[in-house]
Every structure is written in structure tokens, then in C-alpha cells.
């Protein structure tokens, strides 16, 4: 199983993005997915995450202009950013807990997209 997040880049205070993290080989089943990000010198910090339920949870500096959400038949998280600021700089990591056959759930990361936002 990989995950393979897309969709970082550099962008302006005040403009949006929109990550997607695909997951790809043999995925049985997706369970809770989650972003994470880690700016340079500081540790990786959860984003937001979507249990396979569709619950949400964010961190509380990016609620109300981050958005997470699934699609299901295509193994694919995204999130939407809005708003951006230049504190959301980061590397933006994939997190998923994946059934990968009918009885064994592991856990994944992706290798990362670089989110910069200038000011």
C-alpha cells in the first residue's frame, strides 16, 4: 500500500489550496484518515482527521478554514484550505489506517507535500 499526497505548493496569505492523498495497492478498507503537517524545528502536529463514518476533528487553528472530506470508491482524502496564513507553512503529511487484506489493519504515512504561504 502507498499513499501519495498531491497538491502543495506556494501560494499568497488569503489563497486556498486543496490537498489529496490517494491510496493505492491493497486497500480492503479505509478507517481514519488524517493530515498532519511539520514546520521546520517543530514536531508533526495533526491537521484534521475523517473516520471512515465521515466524523471530523480539527486542530483548533485551522477550524473554520480547513475543510476534510473522503471519497470512499476512490480511496481519496482531501483537504481544502482557506484563508491560508504564513503559519501554515509546513510539510503536509497523509495518515491512514488501512485494512490491507480481510483481517490486518496497518498504519501509513505518505512522504509528504510542501505547503509554503507567503505574506
Known amino acids: 500500500v502507498q499513499l501519495v499526497e498531491s497538491g502543495g505548493g506556494l501560494v499568497q496569505a488569503g489563497g486556498s489550496l486543496r490537498l489529496s492523498c490517494v491510496a493505492s495497492g491493497s486497500v480492503f478498507g479505509m478507517y481514519t484518515v488524517g493530515w498532519y503537517r511539520q514546520a521546520p524545528g517543530k514536531e508533526r502536529d495533526m491537521v484534521a482527521t475523517?473516520?471512515?463514518?465521515?466524523?471530523?476533528e480539527y486542530a483548533d487553528s485551522v477550524k473554520g478554514r480547513f475543510t476534510i472530506s473522503r471519497d470512499a470508491s476512490k480511496n481519496t482524502v482531501f483537504l481544502q484550505m482557506n484563508s491560508l496564513k504564513p503559519e501554515d507553512t509546513a510539510v503536509y503529511y497523509c495518515?491512514?489506517?488501512?485494512?490491507?487484506?480481510?483481517?490486518?489493519?496497518?498504519?501509513?504515512w505518505g512522504q509528504g507535500t510542501q505547503v509554503a504561504v507567503s505574506s
Open positions: 475523517i473516520t471512515q463514518y465521515g466524523a471530523t
Open positions: 495518515n491512514a489506517d488501512i485494512l490491507v487484506d480481510w483481517s490486518t489493519r496497518r498504519d501509513f
